[in-house]
């Protein structure tokens, strides 16, 4: 039998890694996105809108138990604290904390039912270390990795595990967008900031979603049965630099 794995944002990036590489290891991927995409089943919804994020959830748990949820939906924006409106403030926290909240608690219900239960948070190197001109999406980021121990702790006597994955720079959609919006700012060369962007990579290169699909899987799977509350790191040896 199928298990059931529950994705945000698997319309593009990471997420659209997640969903392909687990429908191609059996398990039926319901994608919760604004964007439409031809892999998994799609679910239109805004996750910053807690009462759809909760019917969705609910309705696919009518159906059948959640093994598997991926909450990865995130938006980047890149400023300073004294650049950072509160619109920016709350439009990067609504989407990248809020959302995973709500997703969060929404598959928890399934998996208490069911004693088991794999969530993976989509966090990023941010949350480890900051980068400059990243002040509400390093601390959104940071809020993220708190969230998967905490639940962690919370619902390990149910035998549900809660792990976040690191990234570190992943060639994505996102990340075009982020050095766009960089270079458009600036005024540099795209092709330059890309090669710089791969210099400062300890291996030398971006990272690509399908390598952070890969690890995702793993944490879902029982080989990671012992593995709860942690930070993965994704980074091609950046953090550790
Ligand atoms: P992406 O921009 O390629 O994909 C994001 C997806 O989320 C899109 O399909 C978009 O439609 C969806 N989305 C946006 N707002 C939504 C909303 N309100 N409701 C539902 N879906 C929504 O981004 P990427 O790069 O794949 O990022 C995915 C996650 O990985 C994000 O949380 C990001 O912060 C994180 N990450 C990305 C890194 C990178 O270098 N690309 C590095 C570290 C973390």
Redesign the pocket.
Known sequence: MKKTCVV?????????SIVKLFEQNNYQVFN????P?PFGEFCY????NISQVTKIINNIAKQQSIDVLVS?????FSANIENTSEDDFDKVFN??VK?AYAAVKAVLPSMKASNNGAIII?????ALIAKHNSFA?NLS?AALASMAKTTALDYAAFNIRANAV??????????H?AIDNYCQKSGADKAEIHREEESLQPLNR??Q?EE?AELVLFLASDKAKFITGSLQVIDGGYTAQ
């Open positions: 945000t944002g698997g319309s593009s990036g990471i997420g659209l919760l996105d604004l964007s995409s919804c805004d996750v910053t990865n939906a995130g938006i980047h989407l990248n959302g989509i966090s990023s190197d941010q999406y980021k690191c990234p570190g720079t992943i060639e994505t959609p996102l990340y967008q971006l990272g979603p952070v």
